[in-house]
């Protein structure tokens, strides 16, 4: 994919639109599932048949006990054919679209938007679409060169080639790992915020040598300060990544007042509120702005954004605010087709979590799973073993995890 | 005419000028840092109420936040363990005439421009008095170092890896004019009565520790003591009335007689 042109400042900015995002309750299991990166269909429990599309009662046996369970992602291509012509919005500014039929090695037949390498073998993905709900795509079964750069694919993910990123803070290790990894990603810009201008930080003059590295004084708590560098660069940034957060170990009986949880309220809450107001318009309006769009917007979360870490509890408290107000980001962000990523690692490996034993996430690999996620169109990412087990406790038994958490 | 009446004349026909010696309120000036594991004062904040809009059709406010000892501030006696006792300690109990004052000025812009750990002994203090006169009991003592002429706000702060580099008095400088010259307090023109290396002093924050140890009190991010004589002005340094506060951001003004 060369490097795109760049935009035309007299021509206008299409506005977003949406491919259609219609499912009954039962077909946003395959929505589900696409969010965390999964391939899951339906599975009858009787007689074990899979289905496709999704349904309230078996093909094969009229059994209404279907579990949505991981299912070989493998087929092979029955019929292809290029759309040349369609009524749907969305499609129609997209055309020529290729499609065809899958038979999955699973069982069902399914309809599949192709990418342009697919031959006869094909690997499938549930991903989600600009809607935010759940489409099958087919990939060549063995990785060709520069596969990301697919047309179609880039509708579905939000790969950070060619794209300007903000990353909100450069002081952490996370944040100087981030920005290696979009930089390695081919990113064309990364802005780099930095709060308290007045203290050098560690990694900082190896971040002013990279080239695509802009340093910009950002404190997520100045409203002034977002607001004028939303005003100075929001027009231009495809993908912000909120990595700033404020995180200290105190539960409730062990910590007097309430001033660190205030200042943790302040930048993991409000931080995101301040942010969202003052460049979520701009990036509204630029969901369509040819292949380098505005296309996402990450949240660094925590596992404890689920349930409560009581050695972290304010700081826990701080992510699940921050979690629910990023549900609301995301209803405000879809109809303009931008994915609002929410990452939930466990325990960071950084000074804040010293105390804690390993396994800890460390920067570098949650870093990776982050620029990852936005390759593969992920939206809710539980980066790394931990995080992948805490997960599976938490949908489980949601009470157990409590418990577990608090023991 | 009665002295408040010359002085109003004073004021009216220009023979007495008002000197700001206040930094401006905003986001962006420096705020003190500690440890990150302690407690930290909140630095300025400020979010809009209603601009003519619908949040308030008519009307333009603000809701702004600040820890006491934020921007230009003064420091209370209470602020300090070894003053945190004494009677009339802190904003709301200080007697309001100690709020205005003659001031001092010992000019150290050269020695802080040389050396940003300068420190100000009994030495200097004693060369001042030499040339302009002793220092009267209950004057205000204002360092100039023209630190405030330090824009940037990493120039402002002067870290590096071991702390902030600001200048200060030494121990026996405070000592001296705590218990020889009986001043009102100690007022800087960087983020601190003391020096920023001040902590390695005996004892740590010397300036802190006797100062508001002996009832006396601080002004700190102070600006414009350039525009001062070495004496003669008289200072209006009132806190806000916070009860049992330990500080507060305040307006200082500076008369001048032309």
């Known amino acids: 994919m060369q490097r795109p042109k760049r935009k035309n400042p007299v021509l206008r900015t299409r506005l977003p639109t949406l491919p259609p995002a219609a499912r009954s309750r039962v077909a946003l299991g395959l929505t589900a599932a696409a969010a965390l990166g999964r391939f899951e269909l339906q599975q009858c429990r009787d007689c074990g048949a899979v289905q496709y599309p999704p349904r309230e009662a078996c093909q094969k046996c009229l059994s209404v006990v279907l579990d949505w369970k991981a299912q070989p992602a493998e087929g092979e291509l029955l019929a292809q054919t290029v759309l040349h012509h369609s009524n749907d919005l969305f499609f129609r500014e997209r055309l020529p679209w290729r499609l065809g039929l899958v038979k999955l090695d699973c069982g069902p037949t399914v309809v599949a938007h192709l990418h342009e390498a697919v031959q006869k073998r094909v690997r499938v993905r549930a991903m989600l679409d600009r809607a935010g709900q759940a489409v099958i795509a087919a990939l060549p079964d063995k990785e060709t060169t520069d596969m990301a750069d697919d047309r179609q694919l880039r509708e579905f993910t939000c790969d950070p080639k060619h794209r300007k990123v903000l990353v909100t803070d450069g002081k952490t290790a996370l944040g100087q790992a981030l920005i290696k990894e979009l930089v390695s990603a081919k990113t064309e810009i990364v802005w780099v915020g930095y709060a308290e201008p007045w203290k050098k930080f560690a990694g900082f003059d190896e971040l002013e040598k990279i080239p695509q590295v802009t340093l910009i004084p950002l404190d997520v708590t100045d409203s002034k300060n977002v607001r004028e560098l939303a005003a100075e660069i929001a027009g231009k940034v495809d993908i912000v990544v909120n990595n700033a957060e404020h995180h200290r170990s105190f539960g409730i009986g062990n910590r007097q007042g309430v001033e660190t949880a205030r200042a943790e309220m302040d930048v993991n809450y409000f931080g995101l509120l301040r942010l969202a107001q003052e460049f979520g318009p701009a990036m509204r309006s630029r969901g369509a702005d040819g292949s380098s769009s505005a296309v996402a917007w990450v949240n660094l979360l925590s596992i404890y954004a689920l349930a409560n870490f009581p050695p972290h509890g304010t700081f826990s408290a701080s992510k699940a605010a921050a979690h629910s107000l990023a549900q609301c980001l995301r209803a405000e962000m879809r109809p303009a087709g931008v994915r609002v990523v929410n990452v939930f690692p466990g325990p960071i490996d950084d000074e804040w979590n010293q105390l804690l034993p390993p396994p800890k996430v460390a920067p570098a690999a949650l870093a990776k799973a982050i620029v990852g996620a936005l390759r593969e169109g992920i939206e809710d990412v539980y980066p790394g073993d931990v995080a992948q087990e805490w997960l599976a406790r938490w949908r489980d038994n949601p009470k157990a995890l409590e418990r577990e958490l608090s023991a | ?258």
């Open chain 2, 1 to 258: 005419m009665s002295v408040l009446a010359e002085l109003a004349s004073g004021l009216a026909g220009g023979k007495i000028r008002v000197i700001d010696l206040t930094q401006t309120l905003s986001p962006e000036f420096p705020s003190i840092s500690l440890p990150p594991e302690m407690g930290q004062a909140w630095p300025f904040r400020i979010e809009e109420v209603s601009r003519y809009d619908e949040r308030g059709p008519a009307w333009y406010w603000n809701n702004f936040s600040c820890g006491e000892h934020t921007g230009t501030h003064f420091d209370a006696p209470v602020h300090w363990i070894s003053g945190k006792d004494l009677p009339h300690n802190a904003t709301d109990s200080i007697p309001p005439e100690r709020f205005i004052g003659p001031a001092c000025v010992i000019d150290c812009s050269k020695e802080a421009a040389k050396d940003p750990d300068f420190l100000l002994t009994k030495s200097h203090i004693e060369e001042f008095e030499k040339r302009h006169g002793r220092i009267a009991p209950r004057s205000w003592v204002l360092m100039r170092t023209d630190w405030s002429k330090r824009h940037d706000p990493a120039e402002y702060q002067n870290y590096d890896e071991e702390g902030q580099h600001t200048p200060g008095p030494d121990v026996e400088a405070v000592k001296f004019l705590v218990a020889e010259r009986d001043v009102l307090g100690f007022g800087t023109e960087s983020i601190g009565t003391d020096a920023g290396q001040a902590y390695h002093l005996r004892p740590p924050y010397p300036c802190h520790y006797y100062m508001h140890g002996a009832g006396r009190y601080g002004l700190q991010c102070l600006t414009n003591l350039d525009q001062l004589p070495p004496t003669g002005a008289v200072v209006i340094a009132a806190p806000l009335k916070i009860r049992n506060g330990s500080g507060s951001p305040l307006r200082v003004l500076a008369l001048v007689h032309e």
